[in-house]
């Protein structure tokens, strides 16, 4: 996604802030636009508080001047803006990429309005496409894979689990776990994986966000394309 095509979803996303919101901030690049769009807006007089969904989001709010506080504190939030990694017909998403899932959704599920920025090349038929983070404890992490996958077998999935690494070193999400990265093709069941995986042992959440959006923004060459159900 161009730089250009990023800044056209974020703009158009800020139209839905308005005064005294409580405000959840995602994370990822696009997300990154709208932080600094609404830093500029905050200087200008909007009054927000903010909810982040990682230490990344807050290192960046913190440094652009945007008002954080906890979810605790500030209970139900008005709306949240975040990216996905894949985007289905029915809203329907895979997130997780950057490895904020668990928070992502832990926001998402307390916020009224979930509104999604993404670029055109997230909206697919079908999920599945792109891998699906898992996020598991740490504790015996490779017996919770083989289970992922047992379980996925006896329901007709099959593929590949994998656990992630940066620079050889395992990736630790800022929640202390670690993440599976998901390969079995395209998901026609979406909802039955979520409830499914969720269901094992160890596993704390997973990258699908079914039901959750009602709104996503697409950045086009030009326009930010709306799409709502």
């Known amino acids: 996604m161009s730089q250009k095509m ?13 005064n005294n919101m409580k405000l959840g901030l995602g994370t990822g690049s696009t997300v990154d636009e709208f932080l600094k769009l609404l ?15 990682s230490e990344k989001t807050k290192d960046i709010s913190n440094n652009l001047g945007i008002p954080l506080t906890s979810l605790s504190k500030a209970g139900i939030l008005d709306l949240t803006i975040d990216g996905a990694d894949e985007v289905d017909p029915d809203l329907s998403l895979i997130k997780g990429g950057g490895g904020a899932l668990l928070r992502e959704k832990i926001i998402a599920y307390n916020s009224k309005e979930l509104i999604i ?3 055109k090349t997230k909206i697919v038929e079908k999920l599945g496409d792109f891998t699906l983070p898992i996020e598991v404890s740490p504790y015996e992490h490779k017996a919770t894979s083989l289970k992922i996958m047992k379980k996925l077998g006896e329901i007709g999935y099959e593929g590949s689990i994998k656990l992630r690494l940066i620079n050889q070193d395992v990736f630790i999400t800022d929640g202390g776990n670690f ?12 909802y039955i994986i979520e409830q499914l995986l ?7 959440e997973n990258g699908l966000f079914i039901n959750l959006t009602n709104k996503v923004i697409i950045g086009n060459d030009g326009k930010a394309q709306v799409i709502e159900r």
């Not at 905050?42 to 927000?48: A, D, E, P, V």
């Not at 993440?179 to 395209?186: A, E, H, R, T």
């Open 117 to 119: 920025i993404a670029d």
């Open 179 to 190: 993440i599976y990265d998901l390969s079995i093709g395209l998901i026609g069941e979406p």
């Open 6 to 18: 990023k800044i056209i979803a974020a703009k158009e996303a800020l139209k839905s802030v308005e």
């Open 39 to 53: 830093s500029l807006e905050i200087k200008n007089g909007l009054s927000i508080i903010g909810v982040v969904t």
């Open 198 to 204: 969720n269901s094992i042992p160890g596993v704390f």
